[in-house]
């Protein structure tokens, strides 16, 4: 009973003990009654809504909704991701079950918004550069660097790639040269951390590969060496992706008019500045420096990005990024040594995942995390 006084505390809740093996937890503004369930497995907690004005005694089970969640000792830092995906109505107690190591998933995708808000655990302090998508809006990006904040004193750059940087060349290059120099001052500033790169979609696959590529020109070879050596993870959101006319175009009206790339078509107006930045597209893609682009970013993931463990999340559903052309980038990055993990939903949007399923988001991160910091 020591372990649900002392999850309850963890979770923010006033706890009293009417008897050996039963107690009242009041959560949010909810009263429960919690005990150690002999009929669930070892550790498990069990959690009854109970109105606040009723006795223990005229409690009624069949009546209220009811969840739990693991509590084992190596658990309780989940114990919030966990809690959020076994709410179940009626009577019976929701269940979890975790796929084979080293990232398990929860097991139900309901978003629950009464928990507080969703966190990445780290098990150590790093650096995160996040690295958005192509024309990201500053209101969208920050939510996933507060997510990175939230759990702690992390290093946390924000990179906002624009139209322009990512479509021309000479552009991504200069905005590369200054965000190395960003977090080299990183480096500098605070040395012996390990750093973990969050990317999201096509564009800040493109962005981070420029980045790569002009890191071997740092002088300094100290700082040349950390920017390399101390990245311990890379998590790739919502791609990365072929590039074609139709991709582009889409992610061009997208960006501009801040409207998910899978509505674009069933509307008019949307819809006709769609077909002509989908013409402006195929001719703009046959220019000699597109082709020259594309090749330095290949040679920039193929051979000098660093070789540590990648988690990759993705969906069914996005209209942008087609899953098989994750998975079959997944397979190359497997072809070079790398650690691949990956995670996809099946019907959440582009740059859509934490949006749709902040909690369970957030618990791949955690998992990803603890897995590739393990030996920092």
Same mark, same amino acid.
């Given at each position: 009973?020591?372990?649900?006084?002392?999850?309850?505390?963890?979770?923010?809740?006033?706890?009293?003990?009417?008897?050996?093996? %039963?107690?009242? %937890?009041?959560?949010?503004?909810?009263?429960?009654?919690?005990?150690?369930?002999?009929?669930?497995?070892?550790?498990?907690?069990?959690?009854?809504?109970?109105?606040?004005?009723?006795?223990?005694?005229? *409690?009624?089970?069949?009546?209220?909704?009811?969840? @739990?969640?693991? /509590?084992?000792?190596?658990?309780?830092?989940?114990?919030?991701?966990?809690?959020?995906?076994? $709410?179940?109505?009626?009577?019976?107690?929701? @269940?979890?079950?975790?796929?084979?190591?080293?990232?398990?998933?929860?097991?139900?995708?309901?978003?629950?918004?009464?928990? @507080?808000?969703?966190?990445?655990?780290?098990?150590?302090?790093?650096?995160?550069?996040?690295?958005?998508?192509?024309?990201?809006?500053?209101?969208?990006?920050?939510? *996933?660097?507060? $997510?990175?904040?939230?759990?702690?004193?992390?290093?946390?750059?924000?990179?906002?790639?624009?139209?322009?940087?990512?479509?021309?060349?000479?552009?991504?290059?200069?905005?590369?040269?200054?965000?190395?120099?960003? %977090?080299?001052?990183?480096?500098?500033?605070?040395?012996?951390?390990?750093?973990?790169?969050?990317?999201?979609?096509?564009?800040?696959?493109?962005?981070?590969?420029?980045?790569?590529?002009?890191? *071997?020109?740092?002088?300094?070879?100290?700082?040349?060496?950390?920017?390399?050596?101390?990245?311990?993870?890379?998590?790739? +959101?919502?791609?990365?992706?072929?590039?074609? =006319?139709?991709?582009?175009?889409?992610?061009?009206?997208?960006?501009?008019?801040?409207?998910?790339?899978?509505?674009?078509? @069933?509307?008019?107006?949307?819809?006709?500045?769609?077909?002509?930045?989908?013409?402006?597209?195929?001719?703009?893609?046959?220019?000699?420096?597109?082709?020259?682009? =594309?090749? =330095?970013?290949?040679?920039?993931?193929?051979?000098?990005?660093? %070789?540590?463990?990648? $988690?990759?999340?993705?969906?069914?559903?996005?209209?942008? /990024?087609?899953?098989? +052309?994750?998975?079959? *980038?997944?397979?190359?990055?497997?072809?070079?040594?790398? =650690?691949?993990?990956?995670?996809?939903?099946? +019907?959440?949007?582009?740059?859509?995942?934490?949006?749709?399923?902040?909690?369970?988001?957030?618990?791949?991160?955690?998992?990803?995390?603890?897995? /590739?910091?393990?030996?920092?």
């Amino acid at each position: 009973m020591r372990r649900s006084v002392h999850l309850a505390q963890r979770l923010g809740c006033s706890f009293h003990q009417p008897g050996v093996d %039963v107690a009242q %937890v009041t959560f949010n503004g909810v009263s429960f009654r919690a005990s150690l369930a002999p009929a669930c497995p070892q550790n498990a907690i069990q959690f009854r809504q109970a109105s606040s004005n009723s006795s223990p005694q005229a *409690y009624d089970p069949s009546s209220t909704p009811s969840f @739990s969640f693991q /509590a084992t000792p190596t658990s309780l830092g989940q114990a919030a991701f966990l809690s959020q995906n076994t $709410l179940s109505s009626g009577s019976g107690i929701a @269940s979890t079950s975790h796929p084979a190591q080293p990232f398990p998933s929860s097991p139900s995708q309901a978003p629950y918004t009464a928990l @507080s808000p969703p966190a990445i655990i780290s098990p150590t302090l790093c650096r995160v550069v996040v690295i958005g998508w192509m024309g990201c809006k500053r209101k969208y990006l920050r939510k *996933y660097s507060n $997510l990175w904040l939230r759990s702690g004193d992390h290093e946390v750059l924000s990179i906002r790639p624009t139209v322009p940087m990512t479509l021309f060349r000479w552009r991504g290059i200069v905005t590369a040269a200054t965000d190395i120099d960003r %977090v080299a001052c990183m480096h500098i500033e605070n040395g012996g951390m390990p750093t973990i790169y969050h990317i999201f979609s096509t564009g800040g696959f493109i962005h981070a590969a420029t980045m790569w590529k002009w890191m *071997y020109q740092v002088e300094d070879i100290f700082i040349r060496k950390s920017l390399i050596d101390e990245v311990k993870g890379i998590i790739f +959101d919502s791609g990365p992706a072929k590039v074609t =006319e139709d991709m582009v175009a889409k992610a061009i009206v997208s960006a501009t008019l801040d409207t998910p790339a899978h509505v674009l078509e @069933s509307r008019p107006v949307q819809g006709r500045l769609l077909s002509a930045a989908h013409s402006a597209a195929s001719w703009y893609m046959q220019k000699k420096h597109i082709r020259r682009r =594309e090749e =330095e970013v290949h040679e920039a993931w193929y051979e000098m990005a660093p %070789v540590c463990p990648q $988690l990759y999340l993705y969906s069914t559903s996005d209209t942008l /990024a087609n899953p098989s +052309d994750v998975e079959r *980038y997944m397979q190359i990055q497997a072809s070079r040594g790398v =650690e691949v993990s990956s995670h996809k939903w099946q +019907d959440s949007g582009h740059c859509e995942h934490f949006r749709r399923y902040p909690h369970d988001y957030a618990f791949q991160v955690s998992q990803f995390a603890k897995h /590739a910091l393990r030996d920092w």
